[in-house]
Structure formats: C-alpha cells, structure tokens
C-alpha cells in the first residue's frame, strides 16, 4: 500500500524559513515524479512544486519566486520543500502527491497524496 | 499562463445526475484529470486522461473532453459525494500544473 507522510509544518513569522518532509512507503519511490500541492484556508488546491524522478526536471509555480527549493533523497524515500522568505499568504496545508506513473516528466496525475502538514506564517 | 474555469458550486438531488465542467482554450488538446477533496480528507483521484477510472471508484463518475470544455460527470449521485472537485491539466508552455479553481457538489 502507498503511504505519504508529511512532516515539519510549523507557527513560524514572516520571513522565516521551514522544512517539510514527505516520507514514503509501499513502492520503488526512486522511479516516481513527486509534486508538492497546497491548500490555503478557504481556497481551492494550488500546486508549488514538482520532481521528477531522478531530479532530473524541477519545475517550481511563479509565485515561489525562488524561495522555494524541492529535493528528494531516494535513499531515504523521502522528498522534501525547502521554504524561505515566507509570507502570511504561504499559510496553507502542504501536501505531497506521488505521479500515477514512473518515470513522468511533469505530464502526469497524481494518483496518491498524503494528508498533509500545516504552515502557519504569522506574526 | 493557462488558465481553468471551474463554476463555483453546483446542486443536485439524490439519484440525479450532476455535471461539473473545466474550461480551458483547447483543452481537448491536453491530458485532463479530475480529483475529489472532502474536508479534513486528502484528494482522491477520480478521472485520469480525461475519462479513465482509477480502480475503487464508481463507475458513476465518468469524464470526457473536447474543444474548450472538459466535464465530469457523477451519475446517479449520492450523498456520499458531496466534496469539491477539481480538474487539472500540465501547461507544457510553462511546465507548471494548473489547476481549476474547484466545484463544490451539494446533495439537495
């Protein structure tokens, strides 16, 4: 069974800098893109991040603007989200989803997802 | 940027037929894929490649895409459906995901 588990959601102020975990469970995780998806209070799913396989294409929405910074330890099966410079509007559940294919490039679902970890950005 | 339109909410009543629909200009050009989110639970994937089913869900829910409108559709709905539904598309211009802004489904 696949199991996607967050981690490292915090209260944290702004300007300040978190990192999330995803540790995953229950498949080859070396042979599957990876995206981080977020949901803020209120609003509708936007997705933040994406890995591929290998780390060979990282792919990163414009409002990241370079704050944010995606990596993956395939030895650990565990992906990761680097978070700095936050804003209040980074507040939001974090989720990481697993692509519903190997060996993706961006083109694909998500098939799996965990249920998620909090950031809190307030002063 | 690409861009997808989702209508804010739609109604149904039990054991009727609702229709959820995701604008996009020419979206029948691109892969299109569905997902359900209930609160306090994670998405679930529902369509895949604009109808595909992913084994363990209904074959109530259906999709389909053509020209600028993709839609899925829950036949024979229960109350057990009510969630906000999303569609989402990969942008190859931008090599970003996009998703729809969500429908909320309410069972009357």
């Known amino acids: 069974e696949v199991q996607l588990v967050e981690s490292g959601g915090a209260l944290v102020h702004p300007g300040g800098s978190l990192r999330l975990s995803c540790a995953a469970s229950?498949?080859?995780?070396?042979?599957?893109?990876m995206n981080w998806v977020r949901q803020a209070p209120g609003k509708g799913l936007e997705w933040v991040s994406y890995?591929?396989?290998?780390?060979?294409?990282?792919y990163y929405a414009d409002f990241v603007k370079g704050r944010f910074s995606i990596s993956r330890d395939d030895a650990k099966n565990s992906l990761f989200l680097l978070l700095n410079s936050l804003r209040d509007e980074d507040t939001a559940l974090y989720y990481c989803?697993?692509?519903?294919?190997?060996?993706?490039?961006?083109?694909?679902?998500?098939?799996?997802w965990g249920q998620g970890t909090l950031v809190t950005v307030s002063s | 940027s690409y861009v997808l339109t989702q209508p804010p909410s739609v109604s149904v009543a039990p054991g009727k037929t609702a229709r959820i629909t995701c604008g996009g200009n020419n979206i029948g050009t691109k892969s299109v894929h569905w997902y359900q989110l209930r609160p306090g639970q994670a998405p679930v994937l529902v369509i895949y490649y604009d109808s595909d089913r992913p084994s363990g869900i209904p074959e109530r829910f259906s999709g389909s895409s053509s020209g600028n409108t993709a839609t899925l559709t829950i036949s024979r709905v229960e109350a057990g459906d009510e969630a906000d539904y999303y569609c989402q598309v990969w942008d190859s211009r931008s090599d970003h995901w996009v998703f729809g802004g969500g429908t909320k489904v309410t069972v009357l």
């Open positions: 989803a697993r692509d519903g294919l190997p060996y993706c490039s961006g083109d694909c679902y998500s098939s799996d």
């Open positions: 229950g498949f080859t995780f070396s042979n599957y893109g």
């Open positions: 890995i591929s396989s290998s780390s060979s294409a990282i």
